[in-house]
């Protein structure tokens, strides 16, 4: 990578090398070793949390009238553990990735903080707390998403990125000053036995205002422009901390406000959360399926997951003002699991890109391949996150999907015209995700892994160090077991789930055993039993496969069709592009891509062709179609502004002395 | 589970299992055998895939040069998916022992993970065919999986459950629930989607191998001699095990039942055979007189299948039958 050497901040003389080395090592061992460790501490607290002890502190002198305070309960800590989860997988992953990219000592530093941050998030216990953490985590990932500030597309990131989470910051704090003035206090369990008392106005305000700036961090649609952005320019473990980890803080902020502590709402709070996630899982996944920057893939795989998430969230909220709590119960078990899976594969996918990044210095698909002979490792790790995001069987995302499709079909319909609508459609949704989280991974892992090599510097690929294998092998061990065994997570999700009871928590949720078993309902599934009879079946299907084998001569390599010709040079393969311009083409409304195809004649004959170019450019409709006029609203207001002020000491003073005589007019 | 200890259930689903395994060939050049005819040649004859696979299994097993793993087991992962897929559904009888493991959903799954496989190894060729037909395969695919999944979603309505051995004994109970619009709608986008997947007129040609047409040829080119007969293997029992799903969805007599006597499971294996055949004859039949369609028409047939699975599970909401 270019960045790496410009990042490094003095190139070492031949016989400082060695030390340096040395230091740069002990360095990234002690980032990384931190990460890791406030990743256990978080699993460990979180774990106690999710089982019943509940963890409160107060501490008065670190912050002037209401202090700080924490209170972990079970809900906030099923997130500390699951960001704890992440942090270990990063911070291990970080030793070697940190000494191979040459970070500076500020990133090293400033890793471990953003991990901090993100553990006090969930166990904050009142709305100053809350907002502390809260802009600790996204001033502490700003910082980290412009660690490779050098290059000019990442400080563009960085700037998307700080408006974007500011905007959203200014959404939250507007609810929750709001809410806690109604509330009557600072505290959350204030609030929450005050929250009957909260007019409808305040509670719809406060509604929408956090779904704004929570839906924002999740990367919800429309606000999900930064995601595409500073993802992909954020170094890589960061990116998985911000993907797998920092992301799900803004679905805890729609559960932990408006479920929990102003919950139940009425039914259009559920709809408008199952119509938001819905969109954001087309869009995120279509996007997903034509990009062709591995990173921005990931990214725009995260909002498709966030989505999917807040739909279940939602059909779980609206089955539940309905009274279905059963279906509720399970809806709500199908967004907790989803919520820990995306965490598991994501984490491991992002790793996995990062590994690659580090190696070849390429995000673009279109340049990478043949890397499963040259980062054999690497390449397992990445298809089996990719297995994960895809939604099938044996993939760690498949019992979610699944329980969330199995919540949506039984839903029970009497006479509601609203459900027996909006469930088909949901079922449409979610089946739409699915099968183009195929198509987009299915691209990701056969287009970047597969084949053969489409540059030189994917040519000189080579098998990333042994720290970042290990950080990416706890991230697929995850995977593997939420894939085959979710009776792991049983007990944790039946704490949490008793936790909620305005979204069903007060039902049995589906039992989660070696069967899944639904409630009320005859329904099963195994996940292990079908991996267990697939590995059979597959070893069956070898033995038929090798039916007469004796009497074959013995067996040879032989070069690939080549249509004739002497041989296929690696661009005559298929690229992302043209992998996914199919459905490009099907998609032509939504994606609007700009194509410009300039022919060339020749001067003799306007008949014969000299050279044709073809250029595409796929933009973000959404992005242009709001983002773009909003942004030239404010430049022209902003310029409007500008000639108030020019520069004369005199109109400044007369300013102020306008502005006095206002104040006391009205204070009078 | 009771059902994992209950023997003549266990015995039905491993004769499904062979019968799906030996007569798979046999639906492929039966369906052979039908066009010949109709186009007016003398035809193969029925037993002429099984007599291509003895010939493809005793040839050299040959390596593209550059291939990976992915592209050795991929026909083994679609061989053994479909393996899978023969076990769990309810073709002779209904107590497989695996009916509780997986549900539509979970065959829906496996049906995936054998096409994924497919179009990984499509792609691991490194070749412009390899790539065209994964490329062609995967769009389908993800257009196809939102119609299957409605299907189900309407199949599953007046069982109330996704595992296949309610929906056909609830069918098998209530025969009246068949001409009702919602499993007519259903049946009609089921039909579509199974002829999409299992790369049949006018989706796919299967006995095409010109470039432009490709999609399931162009993405197996690369395979020869035992591994290519395992890949068509596969493919036969796909469209065997897809034609009896239908078979016994729509018209689920002659299915045994739980814990099945012998003649139970004589009388399933004939009645599921003879569904299959008369399906394939019509199947073989109604392709003599189409062509294959331009590759994006295919997204239009596919959005009026799924319009329809989206009306027959609004159907079967409104005109549900009291239970």
Not at chain 2, 228 to 239: K, T
Not at chain 2, 266 to 281: F, P, R
Request: glycine fraction near 10%; proline fraction near 5%.
């Amino acid at each position: 990578m270019t960045t790496a050497l410009d990042d490094s901040p003095t190139v070492p003389a031949p016989d400082q090398g060695l030390t340096a080395a040395r230091q740069a090592r002990g360095q990234a061992v002690l980032s990384g070793g931190v990460t890791a460790a406030l990743g256990v501490v978080g699993v460990a607290f979180g774990l106690s949390a999710v089982f019943g002890q509940s963890w409160h502190l107060r501490i008065g002198w670190l912050l002037p009238l209401v202090g700080v305070v924490f209170d972990l309960g079970p809900l906030g800590g099923f997130f500390v553990a699951a960001t704890g989860g992440v942090s270990i997988a990063v911070g291990i992953y970080a030793v070697g990735y940190a000494q191979r990219e040459h970070w500076a000592a500020f990133t090293l530093v400033m890793l471990p903080l953003f991990v901090a941050a993100m553990l006090l998030v969930p166990a904050a216990g009142s709305v100053t707390t809350f907002l502390l953490a809260w802009e600790l985590m996204a001033g502490a990932s700003l910082v980290l998403v412009l660690s490779e500030h050098r290059r000019e597309a990442v400080r563009s990131a960085g700037v998307f990125y700080a408006v974007m989470t500011q905007l959203g910051f200014v959404a939250i704090l507007l609810a929750l000053v709001v809410l806690s003035a109604a509330g009557g206090g600072d505290a959350f369990a204030t609030i929450s036995a005050h929250s009957g008392a909260v007019s409808a106005g305040t509670r719809t305000a406060v509604f929408l205002l956090t779904l704004m700036g929570f839906g924002s961090k999740a990367g919800l649609l429309p606000l999900h422009a930064w995601l595409p952005r500073a993802h992909p320019e954020a170094p890589s473990p960061v990116s998985a901390l911000m993907s797998a980890a920092m992301v799900n803080m803004g679905i805890y902020g729609l559960i932990r406000i408006d479920q929990q502590i102003l919950g139940p709402g009425p039914n259009w709070w559920g709809l408008t959360l199952m119509v938001f996630g819905a969109l954001s899982a087309v869009f995120g996944v279509l996007q997903a399926s034509v990009a062709t920057d591995l990173k921005r893939l990931l990214a725009y795989s995260t909002t498709e997951n966030m989505g999917l998430i807040t739909l279940a969230l939602g059909a779980a909220a609206l089955l539940s003002s309905y009274g279905a709590h059963q279906v509720a119960a399970m809806a709500m078990t199908a967004a907790l699991l989803l919520i820990l899976s995306h965490a598991a594969f994501k984490t491991l996918a992002f790793l996995a890109a990062g590994s690659v990044l580090a190696s070849t210095g390429l995000r673009d698909l279109d340049k990478l391949g043949g890397l499963a002979r040259r980062m054999p490792g690497t390449t397992v790790m990445f298809g089996i996150a990719a297995l994960g995001a895809s939604g099938l069987p044996l993939g760690a995302g498949f019992v979610g999907e699944w329980l969330l499709l199995q919540s949506l079909i039984h839903s029970p319909h009497n006479n509601n015209t609203l459900l027996a609508l909006m469930m088909p459609l949901s079922v449409g949704a979610v089946a739409l995700t699915t099968g183009l989280g195929i198509a987009a991974m299915v691209k990701a892992f056969g287009v970047g892994f597969l084949a053969r090599p489409r540059s030189a510097a994917a040519e000189a690929a080579a098998e990333a160090p042994v720290s970042m294998l290990a950080g990416m092998t706890l991230g697929a061990a995850a995977c593997a077991v939420f894939a085959v065994a979710p009776v792991a997570l049983s007990p944790v999700l039946r704490q949490v789930l008793a936790a909620l009871p305005t979204v069903g928590g007060n039902e049995a949720g589906p039992a989660l055993g070696g069967y899944l078993r639904l409630p009320g309902i005859p329904g099963s599934m195994s996940p292990g039993l079908i991996a267990a009879a697939l590995v059979i079946a597959v070893l069956v299907a070898l033995g038929l496969g090798r039916w007469g084998w004796r009497r074959r001569p013995v067996a040879a390599a032989a070069a690939l069709w080549a249509c004739g010709a002497d041989s296929l040079s690696s661009k005559m393969q298929y690229t992302a592009t043209s992998f996914a311009e199919p459905l490009q083409r099907v998609f032509d409304n939504v994606l609007q891509p700009e194509t410009d195809v300039e022919v060339t004649h020749f001067a003799e004959s306007q008949y014969l062709v000299e050279k044709v170019t073809y250029r595409t450019t796929l933009a973000d409709p959404v992005e242009r179609r709001l983002y773009t006029p909003v942004v030239r609203a404010v430049t022209t207001w902003a310029q409007w502004v500008r000639r108030a002020h020019p520069g004369s000491v005199h109109l400044y003073l007369a300013y102020g002395a306008l502005g006095l005589l206002v104040v006391l007019v009205i204070s009078r | 589970m009771s059902a994992a200890t209950d023997l003549p259930g266990l015995t039905a689903t491993a004769l499904q299992v062979v019968a799906v395994v030996a007569g798979a060939p046999f639906v492929v050049g039966g369906m052979r055998q039908v066009r010949a005819r109709l186009e007016g040649r003398a035809g193969g004859g029925v037993g002429q895939p099984w007599r291509d696979l003895r010939k493809q299994l005793r040839k050299q097993q040959i390596t593209p040069a550059g291939t990976t793993v992915v592209f050795g087991f991929a026909p083994a992962v679609v061989a053994g998916t479909t393996l899978l897929i023969a076990a769990i559904l309810p073709l002779i009888a209904l107590g497989s022992p695996l009916d509780s493991a997986a549900d539509l959903f979970g065959v829906v799954g496996l049906l995936f993970l054998g096409t994924v496989a497919l179009t990984l190894a499509g792609l691991d060729t490194g070749t412009a065919f390899g790539g065209m037909g994964s490329s062609r395969e995967i769009t389908i695919a993800a257009l196809v999986e939102p119609t299957i999944l409605l299907a189900v979603f309407a199949l599953s309505v007046p069982g109330h459950s996704a595992n296949l051995a309610a929906i056909v004994s609830a069918t098998a109970d209530h025969p009246g629930q068949l001409v009702s619009p919602g499993s007519l709608l259903a049946f009609v986008a089921l039909a579509i989607v199974i002829i999409a997947e299992t790369g049949r007129l006018p989706v796919d040609n299967p006995s095409t191998h010109l470039e432009l047409t490709m999609i399931h040829e162009a993405m197996i080119l690369e395979y020869a001699g035992p591994k290519l007969a395992l890949v068509e293997w596969a493919s036969g029992m796909r469209l065997t095990v897809l034609l009896g799903l239908v078979a016994n969805l729509f018209l689920p007599w002659g299915v045994a039942g739980a814990h099945p006597s012998v003649l139970a499971v004589l009388i399933g294996l004939v009645a599921i055979s003879a569904k299959v055949a008369v399906l394939a004859g019509v199947l073989a039949t109604g392709e003599v007189f189409i062509a294959k369609l331009r590759y994006f028409r295919i997204p239009e047939l596919l959005a009026g299948s799924f319009l329809l699975a989206l009306l027959a599970v609004t159907a079967s909401y409104f005109f549900a039958t009291p239970t």
